[in-house]
């Protein structure tokens, strides 16, 4: 089985074993799902994933590297190096008919339930690619992804719920709002060649990522929010704690 098709597939049982946990366990592991999720969303997906490893908006110390290294994975949206080079294909194809991510060519069925057979050049991952960590990781993905299930089963099954399964199930859903609405609700700071807007809707779900006009305008700087409305957790968190602009690039 290619790893496109383990990772629907282990994004289905996510799906399923939330559906389940809802019923199941109580209540208060639920809501320990939800501020996981908020964790997990802000650090691996927003800050590590997104805007630390795709686009290179800062530099930060050995030390938060691995951090952002282990949350990025442990999302269950796909390994840095596969997840940054679909990314950075997307920003330099948005809204067209190669856009894998683009509503109005792919349609929301193909989003949310399509299987992604992608061959990325090799130009958009050359700098990850560099990395042996990143490499080891991409390569154990799927084994990480199988020893965290084990370990939280033998812990209980409600963790499996409340530590992996709902968050990870959450972030994967914060994607396709992303991809979605963000492309049809809101307003347009910046003339681009998508169809991308900034929304204040995605952006409480997403944690600060719904300003996706305004990052796609310009996808390198630290703080996609640019009005005094436009809050931007994940840019208060880099400038406060993670950027360090001693080191050298």
Known sequence: MKDYHKIRLLQGSLFCYSIIGLFLFNLEFTLLGILAYCFLETIGGN???????????????KFYHNLLIF????IAVGSVLSWVGQHRWHHDNADTEHDQHSPYFKGLMEI???????NIPRKYVKDVIK?????????NYFKFHIGIIVILLLIGPEYLYSLYALPCLMCLIS??????VTHYHGYRTYQTEDHSTNSWI????T?????????????TRIRQGEGKWEWDLPAFIIERFLNDNRIKR
């Open 47 to 61: 800050i590590g994933l997104h805007r630390y490893f795709c686009h290179r908006q800062f530099i930060t110390s």
């Open 175 to 180: 994607g396709y709002v992303l991809a979605t």
């Open 112 to 118: 949310f339930f399509g299987v992604w057979e992608m």
């Open 131 to 139: 990395d042996k960590t990143l490499l080891f990781w991409h390569k």
């Open 71 to 74: 949350f990025s994975h442990y």
């Open 202 to 205: 995605a952006n409480i779900y």
């Open 207 to 219: 944690l600060g990522e719904g300003w996706h006009n305004n990052h796609h305008a310009y996808p």
